[in-house]
């Protein structure tokens, strides 16, 4: 195994020489300088503008504006949470739909992916805020904001489906043929299971990127994260402090979530290794 993945390095790199190696180290060195600078940088302009000033950070420990933030969090992961219960069950079908020997429902399947992956969900959210009501067609906010969710996250998340249901080796499909099980029964009981397991890091960085389009419940003043932060700021008259605190609880929720994709990844690496 060692001996391959070599193989396919040398193959895929060059290893550098020693000149090489000397200008990757002083490109890494002066990067990490670079953005030393620039953060120091921007600490001193905000010490100049008095932004660091105590007063402007200990009202964000208030037990009231928490509860604000809080509230704005809470409307940010519901949405999030619905539209992914909704959306990747709906992407599934979708990858079923454009695999299937049919043409009407594979042509349908395609048109429904390649027009959704195509354009932005900003778009999306204001078709149902603006283009819908004048035909008369209306929906309360949360619904302005997840539809739209769910429309583009259903076609993003058909094709990572459609991916891992093409990952599944041959034989497995071989093997289900030989003990006399149909196309569908082969699929549901042996293709769809190890399909699932393959894709499932990638699933939780949608997730990831289905709580980053939550921010645009903004455009529909729905009461998620960053519109309650906006609305605080309107309070506190504290811009930079209030998204800055805003980014560090999306930042961390992120990166919580890409760390358990990613130890998902490698435990399932190490197990494939294992079989």
Not at 86 to 100: N, V
Not at 115 to 121: D, K, S, W
Not at 189 to 211: F, G, K, M, N, Y
């Amino acid at each position: 195994m060692s001996t391959t993945s070599s193989t396919a390095t040398q193959v895929l790199f060059d290893a550098p020489g020693p000149k090489g190696r000397r200008r990757i180290l002083l490109l890494s060195v002066l990067s990490v300088v670079l953005i030393v600078a620039l953060l120091a940088g921007a600490l001193w302009q905000f010490h100049a503008n008095g932004q660091l000033d105590p007063n402007k950070w200990v009202v964000y420990l208030r037990a009231d504006y928490l509860a604000f933030l809080g509230r704005g969090l809470w409307g940010t992961l519901k949405v999030t949470a619905l539209a992914a219960v909704i959306a990747f069950p709906f992407g599934l079908l979708l990858a079923l739909a454009r695999l299937s020997r049919f043409l009407l429902l594979r042509s349908v399947a395609v048109t429904w992916i390649e027009f959704f992956r195509g354009i932005p969900m900003l778009l999306v959210v204001y078709a149902f805020l603006l283009a819908l009501p004048a035909f008369g067609v209306t929906f309360p906010r949360f619904w302005m904001l997840v539809i739209p969710m769910i429309l583009v996250s259903s076609a993003t998340t058909a094709e990572v489906f459609r991916a891992g249901i093409r990952a599944v080796d041959i034989g497995q499909h071989e093997a289900a043929d030989a003990i006399g099980l149909s196309r569908r029964d082969a699929l549901i009981h042996v293709v769809l299971p190890q399909a699932v397991r393959l894709v499932l890091p990638s699933l939780i960085l949608a997730l990831v990127t289905l709580l980053k389009d939550s921010t645009l419940g903004y455009v529909v003043s729905y009461n998620e994260l960053q519109f309650q932060g906006k609305t605080l700021v309107s309070i506190t008259r504290y811009l930079v402090q209030t998204y800055l605190v805003v980014s560090v609880i999306y930042i961390v929720i992120n990166l919580l979530l890409t760390r358990i994709a990613l130890a998902l990844d490698v435990r399932m690496k190490e197990r494939a290794v294992a079989s």
